[in-house]
């Protein structure tokens, strides 16, 4: 499982990309939020190591070119922006057949649930912004947005914003780390780095899990009446 590992690896993909490694990150970012296949790509960890190898020291430290903390903060929100909007179009056009799929060994239809559940359980602005920071959800929340049928320019307003603090709060908390960090030490406070966000993703999962524990219920099952995916019969007519 090498491979997975290496995907998973934001500097693994920022040493491949090389020269090119600012574009790579701007793609990564269109692809993990706007395509369904790119739910398995690193979003935060990348956009905080961007931000860290912005910085000449950190990224001599790793042997990479410095990449473009302009473009960076210009770029990346924009493609995670024009991503989501493709999320949400697609799922808007291809409705519920888009995830009338059995699961295999990447797709799974919880990620899904998961999705629809955040939509049923803070509304679908909070949803579309909170979503921005949890791991795959943020990426199938926008084609189940357009599938529930949230209208575009409401769905764009709250995209936008998401989008922004979302990306801006990753490559600025990077960028920070990368200034202050010995370039001689780089690679000791990368992974404390990447831990740092993966905790800040799952903040909104932990903070909803404690919250259903005090109420004394489970979870309930993200197919709430007002918000449920149609069903293959509801499709039909």
């Avoid at 590992?5 to 793609?27: C, Q």
């Avoid at 042997?63 to 493709?86: H, K, R």
């Avoid at 999962?205 to 918000?227: C, D, L, Q, S, Y």
Wanted: net charge positive.
């Amino acid at each position: 499982m090498d491979w997975l590992s290496n995907l998973l690896d934001p500097t693994w993909w920022l040493t491949i990309l090389g020269a090119f490694a600012t574009i790579g990150v701007l793609a990564i970012i269109f692809a993990e939020t706007g395509l369904l296949i790119g739910f398995f790509l690193p979003g935060d960890s990348l956009l905080v190591a961007a931000g860290i190898f912005s910085s000449a020291a950190a990224a001599q430290g790793i042997g990479i070119e410095p990449l473009s903390f302009p473009v960076l903060l210009i770029g990346t929100p924009l493609c995670a922006i024009a991503g989501a909007q493709l999320g949400h179009l697609i799922g808007a056009k291809a409705g519920r057949r888009l995830f009338d799929k059995p699961d295999s060994r990447l797709f799974k239809r919880e990620y899904v649930e998961k999705a629809e559940h955040y939509f049923d359980k803070f509304g679908p602005a909070r949803a579309v912004i909170i979503a921005r920071f949890v791991p795959i959800v943020r990426t199938f929340m926008n084609p189940v947005a357009g599938v529930l049928e949230m209208p575009a320019r409401r769905f764009f307003l709250y995209n936008v914003l998401g989008g922004l603090l979302w990306v801006e709060s990753m490559l600025l908390i990077g960028h920070f780390l990368g200034s202050k960090v010995d370039p001689k030490q780089i690679d000791k406070y990368i992974l404390p780095g990447v831990f740092l966000i993966v905790g800040i993703s799952i903040i909104p999962i932990v903070v909803e899990v404690i919250k259903t524990r005090r109420a004394g219920k489970n979870v309930p099952a993200p197919t709430g009446k007002h918000h449920r995916l149609p069903s293959r019969t509801d499709s039909q007519h």
